[in-house]
């Protein structure tokens, strides 16, 4: 077994990313979509609503209409070494992707109609701070609560790009449709995460290792009010995680585990995934080992 030391010498891009969670009869569901399968960055991979950090999202047209300051954002991130105004930057990205990705917008009074509206301008070429400025929009931030933070690893796997991404939840607006872009992403659908797992693991759908992960923690937290609370209850866990290869594959080990320098356990459930005949696995228990430490 040896540490991949082929680094990407790039630092990671500010990335943001949004669970969108309703309740169902079921259990919690999450809104994922399938990126286009031309994409440079987990190309025909189920994901959720995210994207890049823009300057613009931390611009002074933008701070200026959020429903929380620069200082709140920046503690309810958890993260004392950031510069404030690039947390809140954070939170902005989160906001303008979900909106640009998936037509849900986090703003004060937004309603499905006038999202549906904003949404038809911004597809006339107009910014989101345009936007935010030409509706006269106070973003609802206190909407994202932060979940983790994912580091890509130095090593390349399938694409030689590093993002360091904020993860948050946050409830879906009741009246307002998620739905796929037919652009960026080809499909958008509601499941309910062991469902999700459980059609990776039928090879029916494509994750990545975050996305696996997240929705393995997902399982035990029967409703939205659960992962809302498990949310705000601690500091987002910090995930870099360590790849090795090994004969016939390779492993990924997350924080706990004997092969990752930190040994605080960040995550519930495994705490090291094994790429096995084409998709990651836990290194033993079947389907269920995604769910046992």
């Known amino acids: 077994m040896e540490l991949n030391h082929e680094e990407v010498k790039t630092p990671p891009r500010p990335a ?3 669970m969108l969670l309703r309740d169902t009869n079921e259990g919690a569901e999450v809104f994922m979509m399938r990126r286009h399968g031309n994409s440079d960055v987990l190309g025909g991979a189920y994901v959720f609503p995210g994207g ?5 999202d931390h611009s002074d047209e933008v701070i200026g209409r959020l429903d929380q300051d620069v200082g709140t954002l920046h503690e309810r991130l958890g993260d004392p070494d950031l510069e404030a105004l690039r947390a809140a930057g954070y939170f902005v990205a989160a906001a303008r992707e979900t909106f640009e990705e998936c037509g849900v917008l986090f703003a004060q009074g937004a309603t499905g109609s006038l999202a549906s509206e904003v949404g038809a301008r911004a597809r006339d070429g107009l910014s ?3 936007l935010l400025a030409q509706f006269d929009l106070r973003l609802s931030l206190s909407a994202l609560t932060p979940w983790s933070r994912w ?3 130095r090593i390349p796997s399938s694409f030689n790009k590093r993002f360091d991404t904020r993860f948050f939840v946050a409830h879906a607006p009741t009246d307002q449709v998620a739905r796929h872009d037919n652009h960026e992403t080809t499909d958008g659908v509601w499941v309910r995460p062991r469902v999700a797992l459980q059609r990776y693991w039928d090879r029916e759908i494509e994750l990545a290792p975050p996305q696996i992960m997240t929705l393995a923690h997902f399982v ?19 995930v ?6 090994v004969e016939g594959g390779r492993i ?10 930190v040994q605080q356990v960040a995550l519930p459930g495994p705490t090291r995934l094994v790429w096995r005949e084409g998709r990651f696995e836990a290194e033993a228990g079947g389907f269920e080992g995604y769910f046992r430490r």
Do not use: C, W
Request: glycine share 4%; aromatic share 6%.
């Open 52 to 56: 890049k950090v823009d300057q613009d």
């Open 16 to 18: 943001a990313t949004v």
């Open 151 to 153: 580091v890509t690893p």
């Open 252 to 261: 990924v080990a997350y924080p706990g585990d004997p092969l990752h320098p």
């Open 128 to 130: 989101f701070a345009e």
């Open 220 to 238: 035990g937290l029967a409703s939205v009010a659960a992962i809302m609370n498990e949310a705000r209850r601690r500091p987002p866990p910090h």
């Open 240 to 245: 870099e995680p360590e790849p090795f290869k």
